[in-house]
């Protein structure tokens, strides 16, 4: 039987990052930015790696080929990929305006899957904002435009952004996460990102960074978006745990966990469960597997394990397919 096991997290060095994740959630690192934390993720652009048993410094993705992809659940029996990437971000600057591509146009154009994404606000500075579409419905000449005169931001859509709130961003809409906010994002796993506006910033080697300016034309919906997301629905059959539905669609389903003292999950045959701390810390057993996960801290419980005990004093999220 597998048994949970902790993650170690591939860190992303990306000029906008600072250093919260290093200094309050644990992600040990000698680089001096970490932008990202990629908690759950079996993307060729940064691997998870197994942190504790058996298999502890195996990349998780070595561990589900063969019978190990049925540790994933039913769900993902079909598909040929690695359904999720799961991370923590760092905005300590603001972010590209961007836009990810829908599945067909990513299969076709970039042969691999799309990206719709899911955040939840872990915590933003006071006046913290991001951009989420457009305010009204626009053309595609004046989106492409506006690109090149330099005035998109005109036209987009700010929102003020604070602790514990919930954004859904389908593929193909606009968006920018702003400076001061930290993010954690459950999404497709696809690292699909097309640059529209990067505010004038140089790379590493000195050059301007690369836009994506045609293929952002294919893939923006230059409607007004929808609303923004708020919690769905609270779920009170868990002694102990205030459960709050966060989203909840065809790629993932999305849970904010507050834990009071002692409770139980359970794993069925239709999909893994990844848990990863946000504040305080949580034991965990189940299939004879015994993990401490304190804040910052990311497990991959298997599908098929039937049920698994939690205790602490803990805020945390759960996804799952």
């Not at 992809?69 to 600057?93: C, E, R």
């Not at 004038?200 to 923004?228: F, M, N, W």
Request: aromatic share 10%; net charge negative.
């Amino acid at each position: 039987m597998w048994k949970p096991m902790l993650l170690k997290a591939p860190l992303k060095d990306y000029l906008w990052g600072g250093n919260r994740l290093k200094k309050e959630y644990g992600k040990a690192s000698d680089l001096d930015i970490v932008a990202e934390s990629w908690e759950l993720s079996c993307h060729e652009a940064g691997l998870s790696i197994v942190d504790s048993g058996e298999h502890k410094g195996k990349t998780l993705a070595e561990l589900l080929t063969g019978e190990g992809k049925k540790m994933l659940g039913d769900k993902a029996q079909k598909l040929d990929y690695f359904p999720l990437l799961i991370k923590f971000i760092d905005a300590k600057g603001d972010l590209s305006v961007q836009v990810h591509p829908d599945n067909e146009y990513a299969w076709r154009v970039e042969g691999e899957q799309g990206k719709t994404e899911m955040w939840y606000v872990v915590d933003a500075e006071p006046g913290a904002s991001l951009i989420y579409g457009f305010k009204e419905e626009i053309s595609k000449e004046e989106f492409q435009q506006r690109i090149e005169d330099n005035t998109l931001l005109e036209v987009c859509n700010k929102v003020p952004v604070h602790k514990g709130d919930v954004f859904f961003i389908e593929a193909g809409t606009l968006h920018a996460i702003g400076s001061g906010i930290l993010i954690y994002e459950v999404q497709q796993s696809s690292n699909l990102t097309y640059r529209v506006y990067d505010y004038g910033r140089v790379g590493a080697d000195g050059q301007p960074r690369q836009l994506h300016i045609d293929k952002a034309l294919d893939v923006t919906r230059l409607e007004l978006p929808p609303q923004v997301s708020q919690t769905l629905m609270d779920i009170d059959i868990f002694p102990h745990m205030d459960v709050k539905l966060l989203a909840d669609c065809e790629y993932f389903k999305v849970y904010h966990s507050s834990l009071q003292g002692e409770s139980a999950m359970h794993t069925g045959m239709d999909s893994f469960h990844c848990l990863t701390v946000l504040e305080g810390a949580v034991k965990l057993s189940g299939g004879g597997e015994k993990l401490t996960l304190s804040k910052g801290s990311t497990a991959f419980v298997p599908a098929g394990l039937g049920t698994y005990q939690l205790q602490g004093q803990a805020e945390f999220i759960l996804s799952k397919l």
